[in-house]
């Protein structure tokens, strides 16, 4: 969008007023909250948990440190980073989930609960063009699936920079753009023909899950978003593919 579009932000293919996207996006994840991981298994056929655990793998999270896992919801990136530190001590490290939908944060809480995590996670309600954190306060800044949905990227990224402490990593994953005709294609086929109805069997919202396909859509290809990461203050910006771009993960620094 250009400067005469300042006031306005894509919800899906739709143009809406930027004051009214947050509330939006909300509606969508509090209406599929309950049903959230089970569709990632559904819609991915469980591949979106490799792809967390090649994040969770190239963080290499270590005792001590302080992570913070924005767009968090149900805190399935935030668990896996604390199941790790506890494989090594984890003694002195501290894991934040920050969302902007309370459902999602209750849902999370609730599974760990049993999953028998009572304690070594917190759950704040924030957004992520606001965090409600001081500066340099994370060695490590990490967003899974939860860029595309904010109103203003380039704020978000200014956040992330913000509240990283000098030398923190930032690692975003999200879905991207398929690197090969064939099989962007077919990936367009399944998600515009499969997704929404799958998302209406399972969560009796298609129009949460239409939503979210556009919003993939309209998300910046690989190389944009690592030029917006770098224009926003973060260095040593890098991404790699994961299956044939059908997700990307995308690293950086403060340095």
């Known amino acids: ?50 792809w967390k655990a090649a994040m969770v793998e190239q963080l290499q999270p270590r005792p001590g440190q302080h992570f913070l896992d924005v767009a968090g919801g149900t805190g399935d990136i935030a668990g896996r980073i604390l199941e790790r530190l506890e494989t090594s001590g984890g003694a002195g490290s501290r894991v934040v989930v920050c969302d902007l939908t309370p459902r999602m944060l209750e849902v999370g809480r609730a599974r760990a609960i049993d999953r028998g995590i009572i304690a070594g996670l917190e759950w704040v309600c924030g957004s992520a063009e606001a965090l409600p954190f001081p500066d340099r306060t994370f060695d490590a800044y990490t967003i899974a699936f939860g860029l595309r949905n904010v109103t203003d990227i380039g704020r978000a990224l200014a956040e992330a920079r913000r509240v990283l402490k000098p030398g923190g990593r930032f690692l975003c994953l999200e879905f991207s753009h398929v690197a090969t005709a064939p099989l962007a294609r077919l990936y367009d086929l399944y998600s515009f023909r499969v997704l929404p109805t799958l998302g209406q069997i399972v969560t009796r ?35 790699r593919n994961l299956t044939g771009g059908v ?3 995308h690293s950086a620094w403060r340095i």
């Open 1 to 50: 969008m250009g400067a005469a579009d300042k006031d306005a932000a894509a919800f899906g293919y739709r143009d809406v007023a930027a004051a009214d996207k947050p509330s939006l996006v909300r509606g969508v994840f509090d209406s599929v909250a309950n049903r959230y991981d089970l569709m990632n298994d559904l819609m991915s056929g469980g591949i979106h948990r490799l």
């Open 205 to 239: 919202d298609r129009e949460a899950y239409q939503y979210l396909v556009e919003s993939i859509r309209r998300f910046p290809a690989q190389e944009e978003l690592a030029r917006l990461i770098a224009e926003h203050g973060l260095e040593q910006v890098v991404f």
């Open 247 to 249: 997700a990307a993960l």
